[in-house]
């Protein structure tokens, strides 16, 4: 059935830029959420986020196959929001990232971005679906991830009737975890999704943690409203661009350099993919196998990311310190052990998924993973997937993969020997049961089983 529904997510599925030229979005929702602009009637709310898209806020863009509104925020509200409150705060407290001796330091002024930034932004996002919601009563809202806690609290007050719906694309970690935060905010997160109809996790885990939480701080039950939906991608769309011309000329470079092996990694440059820790691990691997110095190479493939934010610039510069001391060790002639490249080049790395003898997926936490699901669908080696036991994904493709502990740096070097050394028939066999697995649980499954939930409470809703 096709149904009405206002997406709202912080980043939109375009970018547009100060020319007014449209480009994809990258990251896992936006690509995601883009399956579903094929088969229902989609408005799409998103940030301004560019000069280009502040020109545009306001009015209702007429995509191929959806409407797309942008909302400007006030610029110091925004940053607020998104540099002090999103990303580090809440990321931080779902991906377990601070150090609690020292950091965070919850003072007046995180107390001012909270009010006048966080909580100012989620009551524009809600604004704006207010007024969607009067020229389309029916419609459904889905909300994304953890910029918008408040919002679905803001439009049940508005509009009790409503139908609504939230996806939480992060871990959500144990109660304790919460304390970090005054009690006033943890308990406005948590009554802020509570307000929705359905609330959807990537794993049982996280939801169970979810419902743990909720008890613990509201002391509320909320099972009923909740469901578990593993975020997938479209393999068709993968199989196409692994074809490409962009990808194929990234793989003939990558090919014409290549030692005998590659361990490749694609990642933000965000401190919960543990990108420092992995260099650390490979360091170790190279001290106990020098039979494999020249014919290893780790290449990483590194988009830079929230560059406004001091953790992330400081960690970008964590992980340049630490590659260049491992290749400093190491290097002989014309061999560098560790191959860094910091750049947003999607083909690269679709060209690098094609290629990896090893694939090092060792996330501190990480809601899912896209990574671990998209290169082994075209990977041309019969690679295998080195995967943290803290992954979403490791909850689906764990058998199959060769599982880590994030901190346990000497295990992940062992876990490259044994990946490196494993016979060819075991590689194929665990490759294949991780495509076979990724086919039949698609996208298109991740957004049926929340459109099922939708249904249920629609049903419910009637009786
Ligand atoms: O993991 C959560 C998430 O929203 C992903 O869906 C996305 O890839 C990433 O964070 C993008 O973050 P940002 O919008 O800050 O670049």
Redesign the pocket.
Known sequence: MRRKLIVVS??GPVRVARDGSVHRSS???ATALRSLLQHQDVTWIASATTEGERALAGETLQQENYRLRLVAHDAQAYDWYYNVVA?PMLWFVQHSLWELAYTPKVDAAFHRAWRDGYAAVNEGFARVVLAELEHEPEAAVFFH?YHLYLAPKLVRQGCPDSTLMHFV??PWPQPDCWRVLPRAMRCAIHEGLIANDVIGFHTERWRSNFLYSTRELLGEDVTQKTVTAPISVNPAEFAELAQSDPVLAAEREIVGKRPEKLVVRVD?TDPSKNIVRGFRAFELYLDAHPEMHRRVRMLALLDP??QDIPEYAEYLGAIERESRRVNDRFQQDDWTPIELRIEDDFPRSVAAYKQFDVLLVNAIFD?MNLVAKEAPLVNARDGVVVLSENTGAHAELGEWALTVNPFDVEGQGEAIHQALTMDAGERQRRLEAIRTHVRTHDVNEWLDLQLAALNRVATTARR
């Open positions: 912080n980043r990251g896992g929702l990303n991830d694309h992060v933000r990311s929230r809601g």
